[in-house]
């Protein structure tokens, strides 16, 4: 677990690749980011609505909300970070990629439903 850190970030357009692999993601600006907060995948939440959602933050910052799709990417999000649940990696394809991602957003739901 992490000590819970909330900050505001304005969105910015990413580039595509989230979406087209099946796991779109709103971009943050990185300016917006507290620079206290290390490289991670974390768990946590998007307010005001406290969608669950899996956050990458290294050379990006990319949110991914769990089980809920958007119809417009609004100017800013309220992120609340709960727990971090790894370092950023590497990986040698799309595929295990997107492996690792559908383990990513099993690990951040069993940490966000144990606060339910």
């Known amino acids: 677990m992490t000590d819970k850190i909330e900050f505001t970030a304005r969105t ?3 580039s595509g690749i ?3 692999i099946g796991f779109p993601t709103i971009n943050l600006n990185l300016s ?3 620079k206290s907060l290390p490289e991670g995948l974390y768990a946590g939440f998007v307010f005001p609505e406290k ?3 899996a956050i990458n933050g ?3 910052f990319e949110v991914h ?3 809920k799709e958007l119809l417009e990417t ?3 999000m309220t992120i609340r970070l709960i727990a971090r649940l790894r370092n950023i990696r590497n990986f040698k394809s799309v595929a295990e990629l997107k492996e690792q991602i559908g383990k990513d957003i099993v690990n951040a739901n069993a ?3 144990r606060l339910e």
């Open 12 to 14: 910015i357009p990413g």
């Open 18 to 20: 989230g979406k087209r």
């Open 32 to 34: 917006d980011i507290p």
């Open 51 to 53: 969608l669950p959602c």
């Open 58 to 60: 290294d050379t990006s």
């Open 65 to 67: 909300l769990i089980n």
């Open 74 to 76: 609004p100017s800013k």
């Open 111 to 113: 940490v966000l439903n």
